[in-house]
């Protein structure tokens, strides 16, 4: 006999389930065969979960302000509705956060003061009046107007009156310590203000001079070291420096001017003599030479010859056969001696790539000026440079909303615009559009194109009906597919009076 069904294939929705069974004894001898041992049948549970499924994101919506914290919107639709226990949906729209930067303020002014008295008693005078700022503009708000006024005041005719002084005040102390400077001194008007032409010189200024200012020594920039002075044991450097301008009237003295360092070369090599030849002798140092430079620190030297030659005792022997010292030589031409500079480099490439730069050229010193020669000038110079522009493309902002329609009646124009955040720069891209129209019809006709619509209407209508009327008295709106229901209008009334009497104004009828 047939087994028990099998549980379902699938735990919900529409599934199978088995059942068997068993041959006992196989036919024989031409009995009948034996039927299906394995039976299939269709069999269902619950309805499966079906998770819910949502649409792409829509694109971001327009900012709600174009300045301040604005916000953006996007949504998405639902594909498929969650079923049976499924997995709900997740949220159907976002926001964002657009237009953060500040918004432009405007600068707020109080209202004007009451005006001033006159600037005179009588005459012609002056009178002001001033506001202040209650709020200053930010943010690129417009600036703010003036904040204060004048104008001419006329209060009466003056009395002819000649001026009397009080005498002159001492003078004031001069301006300065030392040099030049000025001083003052004043007087009173005793009477006579009240003239036609005001009182004047009430004033004056002098000229006053003083001790003589100090003026300090201003000495140039130190020279590099010069050259060891011996080319082998111990030496000396110099360096110095020039005097640029002497101190006058008690100013600060200068300083030293030169300088000196030991400075040590290589040892200076020794001659030995073997022992089985003996010790060489040398005769008396020679006289000096003449100082190695004309002007300034230089070198002398002096030598000495072989005399003879010891026995073979093997005592030690003085040597050295070549000496050197400093020496300085100073004469009216060293004194005076000028700079002497070296030629101008070439001007260095553009400090930058584009836009405005700078470029250095220098020279060197070949030679200090002596203490009372000219001194050295610039050694250094610097102009601008200005290569191509630099470039940058123009970057605009977020459109405005569309502005309202500038027509009350009938058909007008909207208009909407976008800020310019960065001008192009250079071979930049340009500006893009940055302004634009449309037309907008306002949701109340004028008055004029009502009546036009209405004149154009009746005579359609009046003539529709009379030719109709001749071809056919029977035909009805309905019938022959034409509107039904138009409004029918008598004949036109009289022309009423014109309603201003300037020129281009309206007259009803």
Request: proline letters at 5%; aromatic letters at 4%; a positive charge.
């Amino acid at each position: 006999s047939w087994s028990s069904w099998t549980g379902c294939s699938t735990s919900c929705g529409e599934g199978v389930r088995r059942r068997t069974r068993e041959v006992l004894s196989s036919a024989r001898n031409g009995g009948s065969a034996c039927g299906l041992t394995l039976q299939i049948g269709p069999c269902s549970n619950s309805e499966c979960p079906v998770d819910c499924q949502l649409e792409a994101w829509s694109r971001w919506g327009a900012c709600s302000a174009t300045c301040g914290s604005g916000v953006q919107e996007r949504s998405r639709d639902v594909r498929i509705q969650p079923q049976h226990g499924g997995k709900e949906c997740a949220r159907l729209s976002a926001t964002r956060s657009c237009n953060t930067r500040s918004c432009p303020a405007n600068c707020v002014a109080s209202a004007w003061s009451a005006w001033s008295s006159c600037s005179v008693t009588c005459g012609s005078g002056q009178r002001e009046r001033t506001r202040n700022v209650e709020q200053a503009a930010m943010h690129g708000g417009e600036s703010c107007p003036r904040l204060r006024e004048t104008e001419l005041c006329d209060d009466q005719r003056c009395l002819a009156q000649a001026c009397e002084y009080a005498p002159w005040q001492v003078w004031s102390s001069c301006s300065t310590s030392c040099g030049v400077g000025t001083r003052t001194r004043r007087r009173e008007v005793l009477s006579g203000q009240q003239t036609v032409r005001p009182c004047r010189l009430t004033e004056e200024q002098s000229v006053c001079s003083r001790r003589e200012c100090p003026v300090d020594c201003k000495l140039s920039d130190w020279t590099l070291w010069s050259r060891c002075s011996v080319t082998c044991g111990r030496g000396q450097q110099q360096r110095t420096r020039s005097v640029s301008l002497e101190p006058q009237f008690g100013g600060r003295a200068c300083g030293k001017t030169s300088r000196a360092r030991d400075c040590f070369a290589p040892a200076c090599p020794e001659i030995t003599v073997p022992p089985t030849k003996g010790c060489v002798l040398l005769s008396a140092w020679g006289a000096w030479s003449p100082c190695s430079v004309s002007c300034g620190k230089g070198v002398q030297h002096r030598g000495r010859d072989v005399a003879g030659q010891t026995g073979s005792d093997g005592r030690p022997c003085d040597t050295l056969r070549e000496d050197s010292r400093m020496c300085e030589a100073v004469t009216a031409a060293c004194l005076e001696e000028p700079c002497i500079l070296s030629e101008w480099s070439e001007w260095s490439a553009c400090s930058k790539t584009c836009g405005t730069g700078a470029q250095r050229r220098r020279r060197t010193i070949i030679q200090q000026p002596g203490p009372r020669g000219e001194s050295c000038g610039r050694t250094s110079r610097v102009r601008s440079c200005k290569l191509q522009s630099c470039n940058a493309d123009c970057i605009v902002g977020e459109w405005d909303s569309w502005s309202p329609c500038s027509a009350t009646c009938g058909r007008g124009v909207q208009e909407r615009s976008r800020p310019r955040l960065q001008k192009p720069m250079g071979t930049g891209a340009p500006c893009p559009k940055r302004r634009v129209q449309r037309r907008c019809k306002a949701d109340v006709p004028c008055r004029l194109e009502l009546d036009s619509e209405e004149q154009a209407a009746s005579t359609t209508d009046t003539t529709t009906s009379a030719s109709e009327s001749d071809a056919n008295t029977n035909t009805t709106p309905e019938q022959d597919g034409s509107i039904s229901g138009l409004c029918i209008v008598g004949e036109w009334g009289s022309w009423g009076d014109c309603m201003s009497p300037r020129c281009s104004a309206l007259a009803v009828r």
